[in-house]
């Protein structure tokens, strides 16, 4: 991969999200045995909410998560439920990173933060796969679902997890915090979100069932073996809690119902000399996996997953305007929301079925 599609590049850490290098070094000698030596700092470059580094010493290296700096809303970037499922996850052998500490002390870093295993692997923004075989990209598309899947087949209390969020009624209850959240900080005209939220208000998917729930499960937010077309890590739980399964494989399926301008979507691509999987085919390796019998999405889900990442595009819009986003484009990126709303708006507008 070019480092342009790299999601695992870093760079030097954004002046924005600048830290106290001394302190946070005396604090993880202290508080994690296998920290020796000088510590070097640096920032992934991709990702567009909670500031993200590598700190490396001689023998280890760890990556650091955090708050970003300014004033953040109420439910917003919650990095102590982020360490909490994560670190239960991964106590239950599912693919996320090891998680060593968690640290409120505002003091070491200026926010919140916790620590966790640097994983090796490949991280792709391009949904194309650049640089797999035909063979690889429909096994890894094929791992994205079923790795979707095992997370939806544990019990929130088989993890300590049934107070993670409310159950039931997690379409309404999502409806209503990324509206909320959208009239708060909304940057641009967006005209097909209105007519999007009036529909969902009356045509809301049914709502049965509780798991835990990724909120940003894509194809960006999971990590591939180095060498094999397989998911070894699951990154980015930031907006994760108890609610609908259908919930992330329609937000997963986002790629499908966009083209490579509009976050790397997959419209217009030859998918199948790439040897990615039709949506009715991601759709069916996810239903299998998981065990579902329903027959899984339905335009009414994508309508809802596509008024989500609009808002929550305008949402990263907003903080890049005010300058406290995790990325240095999360300005320019932001800028498809009203795209992003424009697709939501043909599912709702189609016959409710797939």
Known sequence: MTDEMDATAVTEVREAHTID???????????LPETQGSMKLSQFAYGQSNPTYVVGFDDVEYVLRKQPPGELLPSAHQVDREFRVQKALSEAGYPVAKQFLYSDNREIVGTPFYVMERMQGRVFKDTSLPGCSPEHRAEMYKSLAETLAQLHTFSPAELG?????????????????????????QTQAMPAMQPLMEWLDAHMPEDNETRIAHGDYRMGNVMFHPTEPRVVAVFDWEISTLGHPLGDLAYCAILYGTNPQQFFGLEGLNSNALGIPTFEEFNSIYCEAAGRSDGGLTNAHMAHAFFRFAAILDGVRARGLAGNAASTDAADIGLIAPEIAARGWKYAQAKNSM
Do not use: C
Not at 23 to 31: C, H, P, S, T
Not at 161 to 185: A, C, H, I, M, V
């Open 161 to 185: 997890l049934e107070d993670f969020g409310r159950p039931g009624d997690w379409y309404r209850r999502q409806f209503k915090r990324w509206s909320r959240n959208f009239f708060e900080t």
């Open 21 to 31: 290098q001394g302190r946070l070094a005396e604090f993880l000698k202290e508080a």
